[in-house]
């Protein structure tokens, strides 16, 4: 366990770390919540904190204060070879994992951007209906919203349609 890639804490049943791989050695820390507070941010922080004190099991992905970079998170109750319950914390870089997934979002979103704009320009609808449906989706792509009604003249539907 001490040349695991991953980052291994292990804490008794108090809260106390009793041990830590080479990835936290000499990190202050003595306290498992205290340890998680000060490596993460945000409500998965808190989340995580609560859990590793109620000695609930905890899986997700939390953001790192030191560098910003994404760490996907295993916190699990379990017995010591003694007898004795311990809370398991294991913490591995997720950070590529997180820009492909965001990735993969922005690309579905642009097809369907692209779907929304050639159904709008290809359907049966007057032209002034037609170009505010584009408007419509160029409003939400560019994370105005379109609450409400969108309007265009006829003139302004010709210069948008010739535009697009």
């Known amino acids: 366990m001490e040349t695991a ?3 291994v804490v292990v804490a008794d049943a108090q809260g106390r770390i009793v041990f830590r791989s080479q990835a936290l050695e000499g990190h202050p820390a ?3 919540g205290t340890l998680l507070a000060l490596l993460f941010r945000g409500g998965e922080a808190a989340s995580l904190v609560d859990s590793a004190r109620d000695g609930r099991r905890w899986e997700g992905r939390a953001q790192r204060r030191a560098d910003g970079r994404w760490a996907k998170v295993k916190l699990s109750p ?4 003694t007898g ?8 591995t870089d997720a950070t590529d994992a997180m820009e492909r997934e965001r990735t993969h979002q922005l690309v579905l979103e642009g097809e ?3 779907t929304s704009v050639a159904w709008a320009l290809s359907c ?8 505010a449906g584009v408007l419509a ?3 939400q792509l ?3 919203g379109s609450s409400g009604a969108v309007y265009v003249h006829d003139a302004g539907a010709r210069s948008l349609l010739s535009y697009v």
């Open 5 to 7: 890639a991953e980052a």
């Open 30 to 32: 003595a306290h498992l």
């Open 78 to 81: 379990t017995t010591a070879s």
């Open 84 to 91: 004795e319950p311990v809370m398991l914390a294991t913490m």
């Open 112 to 114: 369907q951007v692209k």
């Open 124 to 131: 049966e609808a007057p032209l002034d209906v037609r170009c």
């Open 137 to 139: 989706t160029v409003l």
């Open 142 to 144: 560019a994370g105005t």
